[in-house]
């Protein structure tokens, strides 16, 4: 299951526990007690890495001393290309590719956690397959729950992915619009679904 921050249909947990594994994304804002996490993936760069490891409140949140593995969604070496263009594109993002890997790394280390990169290609991949959706140069980059649902779809093709607390909103230098599409055409030729909140059971009638 891969687990966005938005809405999450009531009984989610039970389907939860039955997954091999639940992948959360940065404050995990869905979680609630008693809910698995078993993957965190992170923004490891510019301010929303900042925001995580900074202060220490994140590395003590439940779903992050649960998982097994942290997961940074940004290659290092890719936004570190990004700065110059992003200077003269959006200069009011001066530290988007500001990188906080190495604070990850070494919270992982510290807790034993294991921890992954995701490889540069892999958003070079996503870039191309929203293309039909979104011209090039329409927005900044892909959101990370997309790098990971691509991820997950290379990782293990065959297995039985399911989203859920995925809304396809925020912020607007991620196409939000266009990924709900790719998102739709992966549910329907039949490599991910969505979790949906099951009807209440009818009344008996008399």
């Not at 510290?110 to 870039?127: E, F, I, N, P, Y």
């Not at 093709?157 to 992966?186: K, M, N, Y």
Request: charged share 20%.
């Amino acid at each position: 299951m891969i687990v966005g921050n938005g809405p999450v249909p009531e009984g989610a947990a039970a389907a939860m526990a039955q997954a091999d594994r639940v992948v959360r994304f940065n404050d995990c804002r869905s979680f609630r007690a008693g809910e698995r996490s078993d993957v965190v993936a992170v923004c490891n760069t510019g301010r929303p890495a900042r925001a995580m490891l900074d202060g220490g409140a994140w590395a003590h949140h439940p779903a992050v001393v649960a998982a097994r593995d942290i997961w940074c969604v940004r290659d290092p070496a890719f936004f570190a290309a990004l700065r110059a263009p992003l200077a003269i594109s959006h200069p009011e993002l001066d530290d988007f590719c500001e990188d906080g890997t190495p604070g990850f790394e070494a919270f992982a280390l510290a807790s034993a956690k294991g921890v992954r990169v995701l490889d540069a290609s892999l958003h070079s991949r996503v870039v191309a397959a929203l293309a039909p959706y979104a011209p090039a140069g329409s927005y900044v980059v892909p959101s990370s729950g997309l790098i990971v649902i691509a991820a997950l779809l290379e990782d293990a093709p065959e297995a039985d992915l399911v989203l859920t607390g995925f809304t396809h909103q925020g912020w607007d230098g991620h196409p939000f619009a266009a990924e709900a599409r790719l998102v739709e055409s992966w549910c329907r030729a039949g490599r991910l679904s969505r979790l949906v909140e099951a009807a209440p059971p009818r009344a008996a009638q008399a």
